[in-house]
């Protein structure tokens, strides 16, 4: 097994590396403290490709792999998990889901504006009682020939008010159960369509999540992605590979994490020596580094699968659960080898601590990946 970068992967890694670095990193503490969307950021990123790098160059993307994708998420989150989610939703959620599976006319009309970083998406499946139960949606569209009307609550959205383009998940058909479900292009301005108050979150305050309403949006029929009852099944393909982007985002901030922890221990003294010299700390740094890069295989293993057309449900949820895990893990051992500083904000650290927390719980619970895994498990 080659395990080597393409120099076109290195080149891309690298340039997510330094825009990070240079762009990212100046503010992102006080975008974090006053939960500030990062939009100068997000345009940049929106010119550098950042935010359609795998769409097809036909419709303004990048044309990329998704190994090119999760080097850049695992670089752009080491930095600022905020604009790494950003990237995460418009890539793999709503330009994944729309060059897939929507038409012609959509792929005209919406993608190549999301692909160029010109518009942001949104995608919005969770809601008060249908977070990882997709199957329990509330949020009703009911045909009225040539338009649908919607009717519903979303919730934790992320891109929530900066979004242009919202792919809205709502049943038509309640007696169908999964079958009765459809996934619709809703856009903001829609009569109708609020969005409510921002989130106060625990980790990844830079990202706006808010809760959206739909009180009798009128959506036209060709706004529906795919065939009558095909939006479940949109979901779940979709949800499928936006793990993959979350495990690299988790992957990001365990390395962003472990990182400042070495750096700090090199220049941190104690009983007369740096403190990456007393073996307490240097045990830690071992462990921190071979968990990362054990989950960095599984999210390169993910990527792979997913670009040679393999079925990548299970490497993706395994992914996820594992690199989620490590996040946690690693962010909080990079607090401790800080110590006192490490509960400081300008040391990094404890915000990444935070942000980690959120990676075991979007795109699904640990629990539904072991879900996912164990059902590939025992199919046959």
């Known amino acids: 097994m080659d395990f080597k970068l393409t120099e ?43 935010l359609g790098m795998m769409v097809s160059p036909e419709y303004g993307g990048g044309g990329m792999d998704t190994v090119s994708y999760v080097l850049a998420m695992e670089e752009i989150s080491k930095i600022d998990a905020s604009c790494s989610v950003i990237v995460s939703v418009n890539n793999s959620l709503v330009c994944w889901g729309l060059e897939t599976y929507g038409n012609e006319a959509q792929k005209k009309k919406y993608l190549t504006k999301l692909a160029t970083g010109e518009s942001i998406g949104a995608f919005c499946l969770s809601e008060p009682e249908a977070g990882s139960d997709a199957t329990s949606q509330r949020t009703t569209a009911i045909d009225k020939g040539d338009h649908y009307i919607l009717n519903g ?113 090199k220049i941190r003294k104690a009983f007369g020596t740096e403190i990456c010299n007393h073996q307490a700390i240097a045990f830690k740094l071992a462990d921190m580094h071979t968990e990362i890069t054990a989950a960095r295989h599984l999210v390169m293993k993910a990527a792979w699968d997913k670009d040679q057309g393999n079925n990548y449900d299970m490497s993706g949820a395994m992914a996820k659960l594992f690199a989620s895990k490590v996040a946690m893990d690693t962010a909080v051992e990079a607090v401790q080898v800080h110590g006192g500083n490490g509960y400081v904000k300008e040391y990094h650290v404890e915000r990444l601590m935070r942000d980690a927390k959120i990676t075991q719980i979007y795109e699904g619970t640990s629990e539904i990946q072991k879900i996912v895994i164990s059902r590939g498990l025992l199919k046959d």
């Open 8 to 50: 076109e992967h290195i080149m891309i890694r690298d340039a997510a590396r330094d825009f990070a670095k240079t762009e990212l990193l100046p503010g992102v503490i006080e975008r974090d403290e006053k939960q500030e969307f990062p939009t100068e950021q997000v345009k940049k990123m929106g010119e550098l490709g950042f």
């Open 153 to 265: 609550t979303k919730n934790w959205i992320t891109n929530g008010s900066s979004a242009d383009y919202y792919l809205v998940i709502a049943q038509t058909d309640r007696e169908k159960k999964h079958k009765g479900i459809n996934a619709f292009i809703v856009e903001k301005g829609m009569e109708g369509f609020e969005v409510g108050p921002k989130e106060q979150k625990l980790g990844i305050r830079g990202s706006d999540t808010h809760t959206l309403n739909f009180n009798d949006v009128k959506v036209p029929k060709e706004n529906r992605i795919g065939e009558d009852g095909f939006g479940f099944k949109f979901a779940m393909k979709t949800l499928s590979g936006g793990r993959i982007g979350i495990a690299a985002q988790a992957l990001g901030i365990a390395s962003g994490a472990y990182e400042l922890a070495r750096d700090y221990s």
